[in-house]
């Protein structure tokens, strides 16, 4: 079985070390002792990111839609062209590109330093082990 530090398991759960310690001071998830570092067993920690997922988006005012893995977050470059776009957001760690046309920019009003959510769907997800 995988496990894995507060340190680890933090930036998993895109947070801080001190939000994960604090979590689990909380027993919002289960540690244990290796030596002097908490450890987290990987099914504990899997079932704990699902949680706190579930939490997040019933805090949200999320709109109808059948994509499910939403990524919100900040634009961070607009790259127009005469008729295509960029745009860039970052979420937490991760960026996300997406291509649309000029148009739908305008029509979002999107701006660098906006807020914006990167909606994903796709027939094909490739998953590699780290």
């Given at each position: 079985m995988e496990s894995y530090t507060i340190g680890q398991a933090?930036?998993?759960l895109g947070v801080s070390s001190d939000t994960a310690r604090r979590w689990a001071d909380a027993d919002r998830f289960p540690t244990r002792r290796e030596g002097n570092r908490r450890?987290?067993?990987?099914?504990?920690?899997?079932?704990?990111?699902?949680?706190?997922?579930q939490e997040a988006a019933e805090d949200e005012d999320t709109?109808?839609?059948?994509?499910?893995?939403?990524?919100?977050g900040i634009v961070t470059a607009?790259?127009?062209?005469?008729?295509?776009?960029?745009?860039?957001?970052?979420?937490?760690?991760?960026?996300v590109v997406s291509l649309l046309t000029r148009e739908a920019v305008e029509e979002l009003g999107l701006e660098v330093g906006m807020r914006a959510t990167a909606r994903v769907k796709s027939t094909s997800v490739f998953i590699d082990r780290t």
């Amino acid at each position: 079985m995988e496990s894995y530090t507060i340190g680890q398991a933090a930036r998993l759960l895109g947070v801080s070390s001190d939000t994960a310690r604090r979590w689990a001071d909380a027993d919002r998830f289960p540690t244990r002792r290796e030596g002097n570092r908490r450890i987290v067993d990987g099914p504990d920690l899997a079932a704990f990111c699902v949680e706190v997922a579930q939490e997040a988006a019933e805090d949200e005012d999320t709109p109808y839609t059948s994509a499910r893995n939403a990524f919100p977050g900040i634009v961070t470059a607009i790259k127009l062209g005469s008729v295509g776009a960029q745009v860039e957001v970052q979420a937490g760690p991760h960026r996300v590109v997406s291509l649309l046309t000029r148009e739908a920019v305008e029509e979002l009003g999107l701006e660098v330093g906006m807020r914006a959510t990167a909606r994903v769907k796709s027939t094909s997800v490739f998953i590699d082990r780290t």
